[in-house]
């Protein structure tokens, strides 16, 4: 029997939070952290991936969906960078001109850091991300374009016959909800940028993010079995994310916003 499954080691959108009204939900920026047997793969490195405690068994690699700072910023504390000569590949696309590695060099190096990942103890390798699928072992890994400001990358992962996919820092249009719900067709769990509601919305066209609404609109499109909604606006506190969940778990019974330590077993 294989093991594949999600932990959710931060939800929160745009800007880390903290404080006793985001405890549940947690405060830490975008990252996912996906056992597949023996892979360890970390769906973005926000500051979430400061509390990773990676197995010394498993193959480690990150997958980027773009370079927004709420996406990369714990990577610098990322425990397995100080672990000599582990191997860890991290992949994102190239965008703006700039190879993952030039990117990421761009902002994690002197002044603004001390030292560049490279230089850091572990084996670290860089990959831009290819077009076609590819496999990280036995997983699967496929991607598509989001519409985003400077572009972000959709994933979805198959392993033993499972799939999830992770649409973050999404923003819906007819068209792009269209093609979000085909790549995610019978998918048994989608990850979708929730961050606003409707009426904020209104204020933030443009902006890159999506709706509660919306999601539900393309979960039901592609069948996915499970919708779990992520990004959480750094102005949402728990209360106000309970009453999220509660008004539209009544709508559909598979949704859940995204709770700090949750888990999920594919
Ligand atoms: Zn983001
Ligand atoms: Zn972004």
């Known amino acids: 029997m294989s093991n594949f499954s999600l932990t959710v080691l931060g939800a929160r959108g745009s800007m880390p939070i903290?404080?006793?009204?985001?405890?549940?939900?947690?405060?830490?920026?975008?990252?996912?952290?996906?056992?597949?047997?023996?892979?360890?793969?970390?769906?973005?490195?926000?500051?979430?991936?400061?509390?990773?405690?990676?197995?010394?068994?498993?193959?480690?690699t990150i997958l980027l969906s773009h370079m927004h700072l709420d996406h990369i910023i714990g990577l610098p504390f990322f425990v397995a960078l100080g672990q000599k000569n582990?191997?860890?590949?991290?992949?994102?696309?190239?965008?703006?001109?700039?190879s993952s590695q030039d990117a990421l060099d761009r902002l994690i190096s002197p002044p603004f850091w001390p030292l560049k990942i490279g230089a850091y103890p572990a084996n670290v390798n860089f990959h831009d991300l290819p077009q076609e699928i590819f496999k990280i072992g036995?997983?699967?890994?496929?991607?598509?374009?989001?519409?985003?400001?400077?572009?972000s990358t959709i994933f979805r992962l198959t392993f033993g016959g499972k799939s999830l996919v992770y649409a973050t820092d999404f923003e819906h249009t007819s068209k792009s909800c269209e093609k979000l719900a085909n790549f995610a067709?019978?998918?048994?769990?989608?990850?979708?940028?929730a961050q606003y509601t409707e009426d904020e919305y209104k204020k933030f066209r443009g902006y890159g993010h999506s709706t509660p609404d919306e999601g539900l609109k393309v979960a039901e499109l592609a069948d996915a079995k499970k919708i779990l909604f992520i990004h959480h606006s750094p102005c949402r506190n728990d209360d106000e994310l309970d009453d999220l969940e509660r008004k539209f778990s009544a709508r559909n019974k598979?949704?859940?916003f995204a709770k700090i330590g949750d888990e999920i077993f594919l």
């Open 18 to 60: 903290d404080g006793k009204n985001f405890v549940r939900y947690g405060g830490s920026t975008s990252c996912y952290k996906i056992l597949a047997d023996d892979e360890e793969i970390y769906l973005d490195a926000g500051s979430g991936i400061v509390s990773a405690n990676p197995s010394p068994k498993t193959r480690i």
């Open 86 to 98: 582990r191997p860890i590949d991290i992949y994102a696309k190239e965008r703006s001109g700039l």
């Open 138 to 151: 036995e997983v699967s890994i496929e991607t598509m374009d989001g519409k985003h400001p400077q572009g």
């Open 185 to 193: 067709r019978d998918c048994d769990l989608l990850l979708y940028d």
């Open 254 to 256: 598979n949704v859940t």
